[in-house]
């Protein structure tokens, strides 16, 4: 007999399931660099926002906890011989970590910057126009390889042996490869070209010191290989060679000789210069060198593919009129339309595919590049988003995506999309972990995590956890600052002057005439794209007293730290030697003071093949990197491991007086305490700092040179709200001790102090390119003939 069942009994709770209790990421004992034994509670499938001043642990936590460990695990999943080519990652400094899920990190690394490397080749598009042209183009000339910049046409033949039904026979064979690659510059769209009267004055012989290159000194060995090679009368002008002897002097292939009894290799001196100056970092070199090489060397659009990189045969295939080189050329926001309006139901797959990634340009804000644009050039924000394009047509759920300080280089008009983007990967149900400083960022936060209180040994510690009203109330220095609000400056500073720039054509400039005003405080500002940085790094050209600090990354090796990159350890070295009579390269590392067991690095490498190398501190030297002999030598009561273990504050101090005054070592330290950097140890490795600190460890050492103009390019990237305060400082104690400030900035504190304001647009690409507004932050919040004017009045309160 059925049981009756009561209709208004309540329904039986389903049990949870198992799987659905991993809802968590469990950060259990962080130690990683500068974090103090953390453990903090991420919810999954939300979006958690990570603060704190700059150099406090988020990056630490975020990029080389979280994430590092997540794609350590996913290495281990692939075969032993998959693992021997890939990155190996050592194990991150944490007792545990539980509930990770796949990590996709999108960070703030400027892309590549090999010449071939273009916005199209980054983001796959090049390669879906590839096939469109060797499937729509008329004339047809080949595959997609066809039309690629980075296939050279090769061909070939000759006899290949072959063993058929046991015997061998030879048989005649050729082949050929159709590459789109334009022969002349290799795809690369410029030619360099090596201005010979730099090298050597002609009307003078060797002997007369002819040479005039830096390092090529009469009588150096450099200078005895060419007047002593035999190839040629050292007594003759050079005008007066035989083209025998001038392709000897100039062309001749590497031959090994004996001069003066010692074994050298002779060649010709244009690809000696190649390899010495020409195949290194430009920004490595000393100065002098760099200067030559500017002298030099001239970088020319290539004559034969007018800067395409493509072969004549590649630009002649066209779909109705356009080639595959116009269609790169365009900006993206027109290619998408050219490429809606294609109607063609053989590739229409390919057409939707394409489509949705140009349209992807569009909306995270970028379509004002074109595709053939070097990746090199873009900035660290555009460079970001680039990146998120892969990302945001993927069909994968359940995955932690990771972003460092996303709105860099965002007007506040384009914050509001990023946001919107951030929040659809979350409503995939995918964890998303941001790296933050900008309130407008910080809002959206399903859960914020605030590190600090205070950067380097005295942050790395959780100082609050929760919703962000929690930490507006919180009290910690990120919730007190959250809210804050600039006020714009009552009274402005009179101009000295004008800097004239007439007729600005650069990128999109539409013949742009601005006069900028010297002695003050000037803020250029606009939306992304609109030729800001066109305007100042291409009409204000760096060099006759002007000092440009840009983005671009600090290059160095972890041998590399503060001291040796600001050239502070040259006094510190020469007062160590001169207190104890001995040679000052007894006090390098990297030298003859180097601990020999460890080559001066602190730590020994022990290479375990596939699986990650374990970095041991160095027994002999205890990780103090120099010799036992060396650390018996003081100075002030200190060694030379004791002086590279301070802060920037204490040694400030020490240097400052006392037996170890030193005046050359005070200086630097005292710019490195004024850009707010009197928390870092002088020893700690270049490639543990973080962006921030690094932009403004380059401000630092900028300011001893001997400039009038400073032109900064967003000093307020990765600085936390209350360093902005501290950065506004600096600037008007530089414009006040008399110089010219210029600063590309979007951060509307620094806009509201500014005392002169260009604002480019309306728009950005061929919508911008243009002034919209030049006045005081005043005038501006006044009229708000801008969207910069709305988004300041409204931050300001006005």
Not at 225 to 232: I, N
Not at 385 to 408: A, C, N, Q, W
Not at 714 to 726: I, K, M
Not at 733 to 739: A, C, M, P, T
């Amino acid at each position: 007999m059925a049981k009756r069942t009561d209709a208004h009994a309540p329904a039986p709770v389903p049990t949870p399931h198992d799987a659905d209790s991993h809802d968590l990421i469990r950060v259990h004992g962080a130690r990683e660099n500068n974090l103090k034994d953390i453990s903090v509670d991420i919810p999954k499938r939300r979006l958690t926002v990570f603060t704190g001043v700059s150099g406090s642990g988020k990056s630490s936590l975020v990029f080389d906890t979280i994430a590092a460990e997540s794609q350590r695990l996913i290495n281990e999943t692939y075969s032993a011989f998959v693992q021997g080519f890939m990155p190996t990652l050592a194990r991150p400094d944490v007792d545990v970590l539980e509930g990770l899920t796949t990590a996709i990190i999108v960070d703030q690394q400027r892309m590549g910057a090999d010449p071939r490397s273009t916005v199209g080749t980054a983001t796959d598009a090049n390669a879906m126009l590839r096939i469109l042209f060797s499937r729509l183009g008329k004339p047809h000339i080949g595959s997609p390889k066809a039309y690629s910049f980075n296939v050279p046409s090769i061909s070939g033949a000759g006899a290949v042996t072959v063993e058929r039904a046991g015997k061998t026979v030879k048989e005649r064979r050729s082949f050929s490869i159709t590459g789109g690659m334009c022969p002349r510059c290799e795809g690369r769209g410029a030619v360099t070209d090596i201005d010979l009267t730099q090298l050597f004055d002609d009307t003078k012989s060797l002997a007369e010191g002819a040479l005039t290159i830096p390092g090529y000194t009469p009588g150096g060995w450099n200078y005895r290989l060419y007047s002593e090679s035999g190839f040629y009368d050292p007594d003759k002008s050079i005008r007066k060679y035989t083209k025998k002897e001038l392709h000897d002097f100039l062309h001749r292939e590497p031959v090994r000789m004996k001069i003066a009894g010692i074994n050298m290799t002779y060649e010709g001196l244009i690809p000696r210069i190649q390899k010495s100056y020409l195949a290194k970092d430009k920004e490595a070199l000393q100065p002098h060198i760099r200067a030559f090489v500017d002298r030099a060397v001239t970088f020319t659009v290539c004559p034969d593919c007018e800067g395409t990189r493509l072969s004549a045969a590649a630009r002649s295939s066209k779909i109705g009129r356009i080639s595959i080189a116009d269609a790169c050329a365009m900006q993206i926001s027109d290619l998408a339309e050219w490429v809606r309006g294609l109607d063609e139901p053989s590739v229409a797959p390919l057409l939707t595919s394409l489509q949705d990634t140009l349209d992807s340009f569009v909306e995270i804000g970028l379509g004002y590049l074109s595709l053939d644009r070097p990746s090199g050039t873009l900035s660290g924000g555009e460079a970001q988003r680039v990146k998120m394009i892969r990302h945001l047509g993927s069909s994968l759920t359940d995955v932690t995506y990771v972003f460092d300080e996303p709105t860099i280089g965002l007007h506040p008009h384009d914050i509001q999309r990023m946001n919107d983007l951030l929040l659809r990967l979350r409503d995939k149900g995918n964890t998303v972990l941001v790296v933050e400083h900008k309130p407008e960022a910080i809002a959206i936060a399903d859960h914020v995590v605030d590190l600090g209180p205070g950067a380097g040994t005295g942050g790395g510690t959780i100082c609050f956890e929760g919703t962000v009203e929690g930490l507006r109330a919180g009290g910690t220095i990120t919730g007190r600052h959250l809210d804050d609000r600039a006020s714009v400056k009552e009274t402005v500073r009179t101009p000295t002057g004008a800097l004239e720039i007439r007729g600005a054509t650069t990128h999109n400039l539409r013949d742009v005439d601005v006069n900028i005003p010297l002695g003050v405080l000037v803020v250029v500002t606009g939306v992304a794209g609109s030729g800001k940085s066109s305007l100042v790094h291409g009409s204000i050209p760096s060099g006759d007293g002007v000092v440009s600090i840009d983005q671009g990354a600090i290059r160095g090796s972890r041998r590399s730290n503060p001291a040796t990159y600001t050239g502070l350890l040259d006094p510190i070295r020469k007062a160590f030697a001169k207190a104890n009579g001995v040679k000052p390269a007894l006090f390098s590392a990297n030298s003859e003071g180097a601990c020999p067991t460890c080559n001066g690095a602190g730590v020994v490498y022990t290479d375990l093949a596939m699986m990650a190398g374990v970095a041991s501190v160095c027994e002999d030297c205890e990780g103090k990197r120099f010799q036992a002999s060396v650390l018996e030598y003081h100075l002030g009561g200190r060694d030379i491991s004791e002086v590279l273990a301070m802060s920037v504050t204490e040694a400030e101090e020490f240097f400052g007086e006392g037996e170890a005054r030193t005046p050359a070592a005070h200086a630097i330290l005292t710019r490195l305490a004024d850009v707010g950097l009197g928390y870092l140890s002088l020893g700690q490795p270049l490639t543990t700092l973080s962006g921030g600190e690094r932009q403004r460890l380059k401000l630092a050492t900028h300011m001893a040179d001997k400039g009038g103009v400073y032109v900064l390019d967003e000093p307020t990237t990765g600085l936390h709200l209350a360093d902005v305060e501290q950065l506004l400082g600096l600037l008007d104690r530089l414009v006040d001790s008399g110089k010219s400030v210029i600063v590309v900035e979007h951060h509307q504190a620094v806009m509201a102090h500014a005392d002169w304001i260009i604002d480019l647009g309306p728009g950005a690409g061929h919508d911008g390119g243009r002034i919209v507004f030049e006045g005081t932050p005043a005038d501006l919040v006044a009229k708000r003939p801008t969207l910069t004017g709305e988004h300041l009045a409204a931050y300001v309160g006005g």
